[in-house]
């Protein structure tokens, strides 16, 4: 018996790598990355292979982990966890400073951060295992608890995407009723996802034909984990 949820008792973090390719940066949100050797201090990431941080990452063959505070907010997970840099720039509203190889740390949200030079990398299917020697690392915020991969699921109620390594596809539980009645949809302004009353959210248990204020107030994003707060109206045209 193969229980995929079985592996969600294993520990992750929340973490946003970013790299550099000339003079661009990007970032994205991992919960893969761990330490595996003292001296020299080694670390170990797991990056989505078709993920622009991983095209930049190659490029320089240097990268940067921030390792995000428990408080931090939904819509700054979104931008770098459910956006791409090939549409936007991540860093425009973003605090940071340059580390010793040139690629930025974040400080907004940060509790700490470690700056890494990869010296070997492991292709696995969908996801390329970037090995590295530390060369520097800092706490920013001492009284910041970390965040977990499992407070984040759980507590914050947030998503993982496709591109994360510890995706687990999960079956809608009720399938769209045919013919249902065409209703307004509602879009949410962190990642971009579609609220369609008609269709409903059968995988967390919300019927077809269910109107956006009808939803629980605990209802959030199926895609970020946003509250109802950041979604507006689709103007049909």
């Not at 090939?86 to 605090?95: A, G, S, T, Y």
Request: proline share 5%; aromatic share 10%.
């Amino acid at each position: 018996m193969v229980d995929l949820e079985s592996l969600f008792k294993l520990s992750y973090g929340m973490y946003i790598i970013s790299s550099r390719k000339t003079d661009k940066f990007n970032g994205c949100i991992v919960n893969t990355a761990f330490q595996f050797t003292p001296e020299p201090p080694m670390l170990a990431v797991s990056v989505y292979r078709k993920c622009l941080t991983h095209e930049y990452i190659t490029d320089s063959k240097v990268f940067t982990i921030s390792i995000l505070a428990q408080d931090t907010p939904m819509p700054f997970i979104g931008t770098f966890g459910f956006k791409s840099g090939r549409d936007i720039n991540k860093f425009d509203e973003v605090n940071y400073k340059l580390g010793q190889t040139g690629v930025p740390i974040i400080l907004d949200n940060t509790a700490a951060f470690i700056e890494a030079e990869v010296m070997q990398h492991i292709d696995v299917e969908t996801h390329t295992l970037f090995i590295a020697k530390i060369i520097a690392c800092e706490i920013l915020d001492a009284d910041s608890e970390p965040m977990t991969y499992a407070y984040y699921r759980d507590i914050k109620r947030g998503k993982t995407p496709k591109s994360a390594a510890t995706y687990i596809k999960v079956e809608p539980k009720q399938k769209v009723t045919k013919g249902a009645k065409i209703m307004a949809k509602y879009k949410c302004l962190v990642c971009g996802y579609i609220y369609d009353q008609a269709a409903g959210d059968p995988e967390n248990d919300i019927d077809p034909g269910t109107a956006f204020e009808d939803l629980p107030d605990d209802w959030v994003c199926p895609e970020c984990g946003a509250d109802k707060s950041e979604f507006e109206k689709v103007e049909e045209d």
